[in-house]
């Protein structure tokens, strides 16, 4: 059983950075591949990065390929999101998930475990 729990969310305007954390216990990270997702109002959560236990293999959302990244550290049992040139549009919740599978993947429900998640709202 992991249990995640993200910080970092907060009000930015357009243009802005935010670095979001996603803490885990009860079990190493290493086992799992993360990923982040988001939800806005209204909407599908959707995926936005994912990245497998030893950093080799990540991918993103075209909505936010370069302008994102994903990084992990697993001796501290936690992985980031770091979030450049942020535009109103990626106001949302954002959500970490942990996957046992050893293959990339975007769907939501191949992420068994997830963290309560943590607003991020971009002004313009």
């Known amino acids: 059983q992991v249990q995640l729990v993200e910080f970092g969310g907060g009000l930015v305007q357009a243009g802005g950075s935010l670095r979001l954390s996603c803490a885990a216990s009860g079990s190493t990270l290493s086992n799992y591949r993360m990923g982040w997702f988001r939800q806005a109002p209204g909407k599908e959560r959707e995926f936005v990065s994912a990245i497998n236990w030893s950093a080799t293999s990540i991918r993103y959302a075209d909505s936010v390929k370069g302008r994102f990244i994903i990084s992990r550290d697993n001796a501290q049992n936690t992985v980031y999101l770091q979030m450049d040139s942020l535009k109103p549009e990626d106001t949302a919740v954002y959500y970490c998930?942990?996957?046992?599978?050893?293959?990339?993947?975007?769907?939501?429900?191949?992420?068994?475990?997830w963290g309560h998640g943590t607003q991020v709202t971009v002004s313009s």
């Open positions: 998930a942990a996957s046992p599978r050893t293959y990339y993947s975007p769907r939501k429900d191949d992420y068994n475990y």
